[in-house]
């Protein structure tokens, strides 16, 4: 009696090590997030602190030895842009690199544990569907390819940067060495760049193939209103998060295009991203997992459907019947119209709730604002610059 139930316990507990997803899973093969948090064992918080480092200090050692002989090149713009990829734009990648792979993790975890990932579609008897679903989402996650593409372009873009704008320009306001030191110090910037962005557009692939694979458990009537999908907001948001990174970055990188500004076909390439982005982003987020709720909800509703549908016909079916068994047989029919209204009613059929969807709105439409706040923030920096006599 008790060896038959050890077995169950251990197949229960191999299960669920089976199908926990963990961050480091995600992140094997990316050497420098490998490095950050594996072998020097950085938080987040110091990754971020770390990564104004390398930047503030070129840009000092710059204003220390070569700033007074251009003076006339330190305008407020040049200032703002330094200031703003400094302490915005460098430390805040490098948050949402560290917690992109702990986020997805979350997410897929999440789902399965509350039971919101059904049967197997195809083969709904197959018990190990969703194990071989998570090898295929390491896989594809922590694929070498994805590093060693990312390193290619990367370093490309290095030498044509290098060679065709850097060493040709002679009037730049920084000096060579700087520059090339800007260049290399944009390296890392880059490499978790490329990753984060794979990794959230991989997450959004997969977490919509999941709900087509598998059938959706919705939860009826939950205090989150979304059915138990709102762990999907962080993705969400950090989706969001990447894109106004990228929009602050064009705005600072053209606000200080004395100071490894961008030319024309990379400003034109952030903007194609960021404008494709919002589509994909409102579909894969929001269209596709509606869809499949309402799929789901229609699902439950099947049965109270096709049982409405037969008491109707036998109600409507000739026949000699008293007032009291007419009366019995519209009360019935009232009766599964209103459970049929009260199920309907009770599935959530968006995954995220109205003020969040309002919340993400005002974000993704916040670059189109930012080119009317940055002529205050550098007339704000160009006042304190006057008030200490830079």
């Known amino acids: 009696m008790e060896a038959n139930a050890v077995e169950p316990q251990k197949e229960s507990v191999q299960s669920i090590v089976n199908t926990t997803l963990s961050a480091r899973q995600l992140y094997r093969h990316d050497p420098l997030l490998f490095l950050l948090k594996e072998r020097l064992h950085l938080r987040n918080l110091w990754m971020s602190v770390g990564a104004m480092l390398l930047p503030g200090i070129v840009y ?8 007074s002989k251009f003076s006339s090149g330190w305008n407020p713009g040049t200032i703002s842009s330094i200031l703003i990829q400094t302490f915005a734009l460098f430390p805040s990648l490098f948050f949402i690199y560290d917690c992109i792979p702990n986020a997805i993790a979350k997410t897929f975890n999440t789902l399965y544990t509350d039971d919101v990932i059904g049967k197997y579609r195809k083969d709904p008897a197959d018990r190990e569907a969703y194990a071989r679903f998570k090898q295929q989402v390491v896989y594809w996650m922590d694929n070498n390819w994805w590093t060693a593409t990312i390193i290619v372009v990367i370093i490309l873009y290095a030498l044509l ?13 920084l000096p060579l060495m700087v520059r090339t030191v800007v260049v290399i110090i944009y390296v890392p910037l880059m490499f978790a760049t490329g990753m984060s962005v794979i990794r959230l557009v991989l997450a959004l692939i997969f977490v919509n193939r999941l709900f087509y694979l598998f059938k959706l458990q919705i939860k009826p009537a939950l205090a989150d209103g979304s059915g138990r999908l709102r762990s999907l907001e962080r993705l969400l948001w950090l989706c969001v998060s990447i894109m106004l990174w990228v929009a602050i970055l064009l705005a600072a990188m053209i606000l200080g295009r004395n100071v490894g500004g961008l030319t024309f076909p990379e400003v034109f390439l952030l903007g194609a991203i960021y404008i494709l982005l919002i589509p994909t982003l409102l ?7 509606h869809r499949m709720m309402v799929k789901a909800r229609d699902e439950a509703l099947q049965p109270l459907a096709i049982e409405y549908q037969q008491a109707l016909m036998l109600s409507l079916s000739p026949k000699t019947q008293d007032t009291q068994g007419v009366a019995a047989e519209i009360l019935h029919l ?3 119209k209103k459970r049929y209204d009260l199920v309907y009613n009770s599935f959530s059929v968006w995954p995220l709730e109205t003020h969040t969807l309002s919340s993400a709105g005002v974000t993704v439409i916040l670059p189109v604002i930012l080119p009317l706040i940055f002529p205050f923030i550098v007339s704000f920096i160009s006042f304190l610059l006057q008030w200490f006599g830079l």
């Open 283 to 289: 579909i894969g987020w929001l269209i596709f997992p």
């Open 161 to 173: 940067r290098l060679f065709l704008r850097e060493l040709p320009d002679r009037h730049d306001l």
């Open 334 to 336: 009232e009766t599964l």
């Open 60 to 67: 000092l050692v710059w204003w220390l030895l070569w700033g």
